[in-house]
């Protein structure tokens, strides 16, 4: 990757990742596919984990032949001993684990009332039992081998906002957000920076129908930007936030969304 060098009167800003390993949770689609290819391009040896090997597998093949490094991991983030056993073939692999992209997600939109326990377990134990396993696994390893590291939850603009038919997930981003803050404020003296992106709507598999009907594409009119998000706009922050570019950001809550979140009301 490059440097981005200015003037003499300004830093060096560097985004990129080379000799870094980086773990990437639900990477066998949309953003955690993306983000995998996008940190391998910027040096990082990624590991990428989810429950669907097939896709890992192919996703592998593809960073190696762009001549990136890659492992795939059989992971369920909702289960301690799956996580703990793809950590453990990261570090045998590649090392210590020393950037950490927690991005699997799922959602069962319905409203309050129609609800069930069912869901909640699906949507809570994903999202934030799940999100917290995994960076939890991944801190005490930064910990013990005196690495440090970054981690990157993938929040969601429904933690900050909510809408109709996604209150066990508003809720679960939310729970997000504020583990993202408590690590960063407990791992912070171990040289671990914790923050969390929260995308606006992009379109991937947990939502394409939607945004193929008549509705999604309404709805999205309506928002300030008039458009879903596109992947690549989410590199910038990404890389940002996963390399020494962002070294004194802890803690931070960033929105990548459009504008969606100041909409009028
Ligand atoms: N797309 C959006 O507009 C949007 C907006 C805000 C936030 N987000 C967040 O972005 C993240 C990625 O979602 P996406 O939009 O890319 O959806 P997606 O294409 O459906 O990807 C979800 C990923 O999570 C993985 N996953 C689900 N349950 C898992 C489990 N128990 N263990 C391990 N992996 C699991 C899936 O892999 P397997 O099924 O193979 O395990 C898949 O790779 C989620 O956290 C989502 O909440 C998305």
Known sequence: MRHLVDNENLETTNF?????VALVTGASSGF????????????????VGARREDRLQSLVSSIISDGGEALAVAMDVTNAASVAAAFDQAEAAFGTVNVLVNNA?????KTVHKTTEADWDFVVNTNLKGAWLVAAEAARRMVSANSGGVI??????????????HGIYSASKAGVIQLTKHMALELANKNIRSNAICPGYFKTEMNGEYFDSDAGKAYIESTPSGRLGQMQEMDGPLLLLASDAGSFMNGAIVPVDGGHLVMSI
Do not use: Y
């Open 16 to 20: 990129n990742l080379a000799g870094k």
């Open 152 to 165: 990157v939850n993938i929040a969601s603009v429904l933690g900050l906002a909510t809408s109709t038919g």
């Open 105 to 109: 997600g799922v959602a069962a939109p």
């Open 32 to 47: 955690g596919e993306h983000f995998a290819r996008v940190l391998a391009a910027a040096g990082a040896r990624v590991v």
